[in-house]
């Protein structure tokens, strides 16, 4: 499956994607059982300009880092490891959250920077590069089994 690099963005964006939804979510719901946070895990609320819930928003930019992420990873690992070229390399989006996303939206830079709000960013960003490196590497190794199997099935 990886032979391609079409292949390998839409596995990157797959992993992306799934990795908000699990991890990233996931980790919304323990800070909202915990803590009071002005947002929820999973929300289906509307965000403008297309009304496309709010989820569903976050898991696609998610998938379109997981992209970004799929096209660094052949030489991440090979520097870091695979996990930690998932930790290291979700600082990208998080400040590209911080420096472009909140001012374009009228929100200050880096929220303000209040510690409660720094310190969601950065677990939430760091849970999200953890998860994208593990759906990467179960997605390339599912994609390799099959392939293996195919392969052995031909001769």
Do not use: C, D
């Not at 911080?98 to 960013?121: E, R, S």
């Not at 953890?130 to 997605?139: K, P, T, V």
């Amino acid at each position: 499956m990886f032979t391609k690099p079409t292949n390998r963005l839409a596995a990157g964006f797959a992993a992306g994607f799934l990795s908000v939804l699990v991890f990233s979510s996931g980790t919304i719901a323990l800070y909202h059982a915990g803590t009071p946070v002005p947002f929820s895990p999973w929300s289906m609320a509307p965000v403008p300009p297309f009304g496309v819930p709010q989820t569903l928003s976050a898991a696609f930019f998610g998938g379109l880092w997981g992209v970004a992420y799929a096209a660094v990873e052949p030489w991440l690992p090979a520097r870091l490891g695979w996990l930690a070229g998932g930790l290291v390399f979700s600082v990208l989006p998080l400040l590209v959250l911080w420096f472009v996303a909140f001012p374009l939206k009228g929100i200050p830079v880096g929220g303000g920077f209040t510690a409660f709000g720094m310190q969601q960013g950065i677990v939430l960003h760091a849970v999200f590069g953890l998860g994208l490196a593990i759906f990467f590497r179960i997605i390339r190794r599912l994609s390799g089994s099959h392939l293996s199997t195919s392969a052995r099935n031909v001769t």
